[in-house]
């Protein structure tokens, strides 16, 4: 008998005691098929009874399969039947141009999650490559203890950015970057291993190609919470390349380009330094640490769009993110991701050279605004453990998917109030010139 063990990309703080818990890791069909494998084990497996497999070949993502666990053990055989059903992606290719990338990870005072993200970020398959670690209006000196401690590295730099928000971090690490490329993540996922490969690959699409995001599956589905988020969000499960344009309206994107979860999520997505940098950076009205809470990610990537660029959602640059585990944090997430809608609505709206497109899209949105689903509720509560107390998951749920659609109404006012302190783009004085680089993708 030959065992093939399956690691998990993320450690658990504590054993699950949800009935309905998976075990999440990655699984590459090409050892799957080595002659004699005939048991697949599933490392730090204790208290979950199935799993999620992201299934691969090498590099290219073939989608996912959940699986029975018995013991810590899976029949190969089942797996191989179940990936049998899963499409075969076109091969990428093994001779992309390589550039120099800077990767931007922004962080505030969460020193003991920074370090699990840092660490990955530096394990990366890439021959070039620097960290620029942003510490973000910090309050303690946490942040700067742990990177001088423990990545004496040079690969790493840490730099200060006072000014609270997301995209006051985003710009000072933009405008620090040495790369062509500058990939952004945050500080509670774990990247994977290729992906600033898989990124680069995603430039390789054209010339024009000015953002790529990539896949951001669960890293933890350990808890109901993190299951129903799980299955709410569309970019953990976006496992097909795509090239959006915005002369190029896809059939199945209604909303296009006021598609919101399409493009990906600011966990994980790159941009040209130059070409962004030109546009003005990140928009500070926007983002954690703002009175929006949010939304700097979705006007990024339309920003693109609208300026004659594309976006290329490329799911082999795989980032494995850390969902809210509770309630409460799940409440506090909802808000931002309303008030960040709600504002960047408002945007949209107060601009004429997207208004018009807006008020024609505008009734199909707002009917699938308010008609959002609240999650796959009968599910969890079948699968809640025994002995735990129960949750009225029904009235829970709604009443985060209704928390979620007031903050969108409180949108609007908190923008207002961010532009009148002045938020905005990078001013023209501090935009450096561009620089003469080879451009992005192309084959040695």
Not at 6 to 20: D, I, K, L, Q, Y
Not at 44 to 62: I, P, S, T, W
Request: glycine content about 10%.
């Amino acid at each position: 008998m030959t065992a093939l063990h399956v690691a998990r990309p993320m450690t658990s703080p504590e054993r699950p005691t949800w009935g309905g818990a998976l075990w999440v890791g990655a699984i590459d069909i090409d050892d799957l098929a080595r002659s004699g494998v005939d048991d697949v084990v599933l490392d730090d497996c204790d208290g979950y009874r199935a799993a999620r497999l992201l299934v691969r070949r090498g590099r290219d993502v073939l989608g996912f399969i959940e699986v029975p666990v018995v013991a810590g053990h899976v029949p190969a055989d089942l797996v191989r039947a179940e990936t049998l059903t899963l499409p075969t992606p076109v091969a990428a290719a093994d001779s992309l141009v390589l550039p120099a990338v800077t990767v931007v990870l922004c962080t505030r005072d969460r020193a003991e999650q920074l370090r699990g993200a840092l660490t990955s970020v530096l394990a990366l398959d890439y021959p070039a490559f620097d960290v620029i670690v942003v510490d973000n209006a910090a309050a303690t000196s946490d942040t700067r203890d742990l990177v001088a401690a423990e990545f004496d590295d040079e690969r790493v730099r840490l730099v200060s950015e006072p000014k609270p928000g997301l995209s006051s971090a985003r710009n000072t690490g933009l405008l620090a970057a040495t790369g062509e490329i500058v990939a952004f993540t945050d500080d509670d996922v774990v990247v994977d291993r290729e992906w600033l490969r898989g990124i680069v690959s995603g430039f390789a699409h054209g010339a024009d190609v000015v953002c790529v995001s990539g896949l951001v599956p669960s890293g933890e589905i350990r808890t109901a919470v993190q299951s129903y988020f799980d299955d709410r969000v569309s970019w953990s499960k976006n496992v097909t390349t795509r090239v959006f344009r915005l002369a190029d309206r896809p059939d199945d994107l209604p909303l296009f380009p006021f598609s919101v979860g399409a493009f990906g999520t600011g966990a994980n997505f790159a941009l040209r330094r130059d070409d962004v940098i030109a546009l003005g950076g990140f928009d500070t009205a926007f983002g954690v640490g703002t009175r929006t809470g949010g939304g700097e990610d979705l006007d990024i990537f339309t920003r693109v769009l609208f300026a004659g660029h594309a976006l290329v959602v490329e799911p082999s640059a795989v980032v494995w993110h850390r969902h809210r585990s509770d309630l409460a944090a799940l409440r506090t997430q909802a808000t931002g991701y309303g008030t960040g809608l709600g504002a960047w609505l408002t945007k949209i709206a107060l601009d004429p050279g997207t208004l018009a497109l807006a008020l024609r899209r505008a009734p199909r949105a707002l009917r699938h605004l308010f008609a959002k689903d609240d999650g796959d509720i009968p599910s969890v509560i079948a699968s809640e453990a025994a002995g735990q107390p129960r949750v009225d998951w029904a009235g829970e749920v709604a009443r985060v998917g209704r928390h979620e659609r007031m903050s969108v109404l409180r949108g609007p006012l908190l923008y207002l109030r961010q532009r009148w302190d002045g938020a905005g783009l990078i001013p023209a004085g501090r935009r450096p010139a561009r620089r003469a680089v080879e451009p992005v993708g192309g084959r040695r």
